[in-house]
């Protein structure tokens, strides 16, 4: 089952561009034949991002519903699939949204310690855990003071735990522009980590899509 948009290549059949001109004429049957071509990857997409089966299925069928209110506004300068696989994954981002400060916490902390082992013993060292809570801070105002468009991508990437050709279709940039919108973000945080005495990034390497 493809997930992403690069990948999805045109079913047998009418082409979308023609279903699409019907489906506006209000040819209910038309829209039809694009859920039944593309609920599938739709789906597969969302239960990625989402791990859970039925908010996947909630949000594919809030997808298709915000994808047909929409089709006047759809210009056709990518395919139907492209459209509708950034509608669907910013459905998807936006559920994940509901407990984000609870994620970025956790992320903070996981990045604070570098060491799984360390939750134990900042557990029972207030010493150590005075540390880990002044690194998360700083850490966290140095996520909130990098550029919007870093902030977000790196957000993308490691709250959310998208791919970089998934974090490109849901921005609408290229795969390249992510990697370098990671690359300075990273060397902002490590800055930080390193001012603050602790890299756990610094011996790893950076990882692919």
């Not at 991002?49 to 949000?59: C, K, Q, S, W």
């Not at 991508?153 to 609408?172: F, K, M, N, P, V």
Request: charged share 30%; with cysteine.
């Amino acid at each position: 089952m493809g997930g992403s948009a690069a990948a999805a290549e045109q079913a047998p059949g009418p082409a979308d561009a023609e279903i699409v001109q019907k489906a506006r004429g209000g040819d209910h049957q038309a829209f039809r034949v694009l859920v039944e071509r593309y609920q599938g990857r739709a789906y597969g997409l969302a239960l990625r991002v989402l791990r859970d089966e039925d908010a996947a299925r909630d949000v594919v069928q809030d997808g298709f519903l915000k994808a047909y209110g929409s089709l006047d506004r759809f210009e056709g300068r990518s395919s139907f699939y492209t459209w509708l696989y950034r509608i669907v994954m910013n459905l998807c981002l936006d559920r994940k949204r509901r407990d984000r400060s609870d994620r970025e916490v956790e992320w903070n902390d996981e990045v604070a310690t570098g060491l799984e082992g360390e939750g134990t013993l900042a557990a029972t060292d207030p010493g150590v855990a005075a540390e880990r809570r002044e690194l998360r801070d700083a850490l966290q105002e140095a996520i909130s003071s990098l550029p919007e468009d870093a902030r977000r991508t790196i957000q993308l990437r490691e709250i959310d735990g998208l791919s970089y050709q998934e974090i490109a279709a849901a921005l609408g940039i290229p795969k390249g522009t992510v990697m370098s919108r990671l690359h300075y973000a990273r060397r902002r945080l490590r800055e930080v980590l390193q001012d603050a005495g602790l890299d756990p990034l610094a011996n790893g390497a950076e990882e692919t899509a």
